[in-house]
């Protein structure tokens, strides 16, 4: 069995990142993934055939310039320069059965005093609907912003943490506000999974942690791998059964972290056939659906499509191809299989009092060796993964990795 120095599970943005950073220094790192594709939530489908060269984002669909830690990852594997900005088109939202301007579902008299309201409001200790209720007003709060942040982090935003949900960040002026690359955001896994010095293992689902002297070995369905050092980059709820054993301290505090599951469902159709206008996406309110994510921001001329984010449990497959086609008001036949894709989402449902937990999270880790990154600490943006696998490499090297 190759000792390494570390070994990371899951080839999910975190998981990656953590890579870059340990090939950055000459480390000899191996990343167990247990699906064939690496990307997690960064999932593009490329379609073939006749349909070739279009895509549809499954999961994450934009970067922005804010992203500080993952534009200068992008730099440095020479991705900087194939940003592609992405056409700004707006949103929308599907209401009571009909596509409806946002404009026209708010109340203005109620927005005048919001900047008021702001005055001295912290976000700390609040939840999104508290905070973001009281600035706007119960009636807005509910005919769209509360529709707009469930769209936002894909399930019901109300208990969300108001200070996880957007974080101030620095922009960098010479990247595009919001973007995403040719091929999509999967174009960001696959260059980091193939960057020298960076290995993943595809098919390798970890199964056991067991400690080993000072180091870890780790069981997945084809083998034994050994490190002295270990991140888990799983989403949080495969953290907790892994750790379950080896550290039951921290598998127990992370059991406290829920999970919320998104049922995605992607559909592509011919352009000339959508009466729909161009749009960012659709936001549901009152729908089995959060939100509709559309290709219009990055225009192909002969093809369009959209990705419904639906609640979990809500409706079967074929009830979701009946509604998507209700609400684009196309012929349900357009919806041929090869046109439809599906994919199973999961992102933590972060709670109020989620800086005390991770804080406590820090200091039992502290020593052990063993990182954990993710989406389930600063928040659930790309970015806040990357940033949590800078700070945690750190941490490891200062622990002597
Ligand atoms: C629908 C949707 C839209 C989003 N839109 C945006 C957006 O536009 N912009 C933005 O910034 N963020 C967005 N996000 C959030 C962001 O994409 C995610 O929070 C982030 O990509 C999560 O990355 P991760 O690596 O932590 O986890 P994941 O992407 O979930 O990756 C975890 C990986 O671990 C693997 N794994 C799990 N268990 C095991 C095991 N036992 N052994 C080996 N491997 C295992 C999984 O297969 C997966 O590949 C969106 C998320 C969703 C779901």
Request: net charge positive.
């Amino acid at each position: 069995m190759v000792a390494h120095d570390l070994l990371i599970i899951g080839a999910g943005i975190s998981g990656l990142s953590m890579a870059h950073y340990a090939a950055a220094t000459g480390l000899n790192a191996r990343v167990l993934e247990q699906e064939d594709r690496v990307g997690g939530c960064l999932h593009t489908h490329r379609f073939g055939g006749e349909m070739d060269g279009f895509w549809l984002e499954l999961g994450a669909h934009s970067g922005f310039n804010s992203y500080g830690n993952l534009l200068a990852i992008l730099e440095r594997i020479g991705l900087l320069g194939r940003l592609q900005r992405r056409t700004r088109v707006g949103f929308r939202m599907s209401a009571g059965g009909a596509v409806k301007s946002i404009p026209s579902q708010l109340f203005f008299p109620a927005l005048v005093l919001a900047p008021f309201r702001l005055l001295g409001l912290i976000k700390t200790g609040r939840t999104v609907a508290e905070y973001y209720g009281h600035i706007v007003g119960r009636r807005n709060y509910a005919a769209v912003f509360e529709p707009a942040f469930d769209a936002v982090i894909c399930q019901p935003s109300g208990e969300f943490p108001a200070d996880c949900l957007f974080r101030p960040r620095p922009r960098r002026k010479d990247a595009p506000r919001g973007f995403t690359l040719p091929g999509g955001l999967q174009t960001i896994a696959d260059a980091l999974a193939g960057q020298a010095g960076i290995a993943v293992e595809r098919g390798h689902g970890a199964r056991e942690i067991r400690r080993d002297g000072g180091g870890f070995v780790v069981r997945t369905d084809r083998g034994e791998y050994s490190a002295r050092a270990l991140c888990l980059a799983t989403p949080v709820a495969a953290a907790t059964e892994l750790l379950r054993a080896p550290f039951p301290a921290i598998a127990g505090r992370l059991a406290e972290i829920e999970t919320a599951r998104i049922e995605s469902v992607g559909v592509a159709l011919p352009a000339a056939r959508l009466p729909l206008p161009p749009v960012a996406g659709l936001i549901g309110r009152d729908e089995p659906f959060y939100s509709a994510v559309s290709r219009d921001t990055v225009p192909d001329p002969d093809w369009r499509g959209l990705t419904f984010h639906f609640r979990p449990g809500v409706l079967d497959e074929e009830e979701k191809i009946a509604r998507i086609a209700q609400v684009l008001g196309i012929d349900h036949a357009l919806l041929e299989s090869g046109k439809v894709v599906s994919k199973l989402n999961q992102l933590p449902a972060l709670r109020v009092g989620h800086g005390e937990r991770t804080g406590e999270l820090s200091q039992v880790l502290a020593g052990n060796r063993l990182a954990l990154t993710g989406n389930y600490f600063g928040g659930v943006a790309i970015e806040d993964c990357v940033s949590r696998s800078r700070t945690e490499f750190e941490r490891l090297r200062r622990e002597g990795l």
